[in-house]
């Protein structure tokens, strides 16, 4: 059912959302000229730009990540944001007809809210998947008995709290807590 979402969520919201916004877009005419809309669109591709970069940064952190992301948000997010992008800066130009400024909104704004979506659910997903490393990072150590040889002793199950606290992984409620229990 999960997996059923996330490809729903993938592959219908930027439609869904630039449809929205192609209704409730605000009429430009002789009255209402394109260049109102321009700090919009500006700032649209701005953001957008901005996550270019970020999902830019995300690919080239790791492999592993990578693949966790295009996993999590699938390759049609970057046609999306490609999408968004092009429409954002052809949305800054005064020359179109009017209404067309109506079908650029539509874009930039649903893709944006799209990308916005899978960027978080990209969030999520790491925040996941570190909550899982700490877990088991403290089921390491809180496992091993004393008596399992050289480094695996009292000294080096409580080097392994600190580093976990150390990384901002463990609160200092969290290391006194499992501290005491291992001294106990």
């Known amino acids: ?3 059923v979402l996330g490809v729903a969520i993938r592959w219908l919201a930027a439609p869904v959302l630039a449809a929205l916004s192609y209704v409730y877009a605000p009429p430009v005419s002789a009255k209402h000229p394109p260049s109102e809309l321009g700090t ?3 700032t649209s591709a701005t953001v957008l730009g901005a996550f270019f970069i970020a999902l830019a940064l995300l690919v ?3 492999p592993l990540g990578n693949l966790r992301m295009r996993r999590t948000i699938g390759n049609i ?3 999306y944001l490609a999408i968004g992008s092009v429409a954002a800066v052809a949305g800054t130009l005064v020359d179109w007809q009017f209404w067309l400024y109506r079908c650029l909104l539509a874009a930039a704004v649903g893709s944006g809210a799209a990308i916005v979506i899978a960027i978080t659910r990209v969030g999520i997903a790491n925040l996941r998947t570190q909550r899982d490393e700490i877990h088991a990072t403290l089921a390491q150590v ?3 008995s004393p008596d399992q040889g ?3 002793g009292l000294a080096a199950q409580l080097a ?3 580093e976990l606290f150390d990384r901002g992984l463990l609160s200092k409620d969290e290391l006194e807590r499992v501290k005491s229990k291992i001294l106990s």
Request: glycine share 10%.
């Open 160 to 162: 392994a709290l600190a």
């Open 77 to 79: 997010s970057f046609f």
């Open 1 to 3: 059912m999960n997996r």
């Open 40 to 42: 919009f669109f500006a």
């Open 142 to 144: 809180l496992g091993r």
């Open 150 to 152: 050289a480094g695996s």
């Open 60 to 62: 080239v952190a790791s």
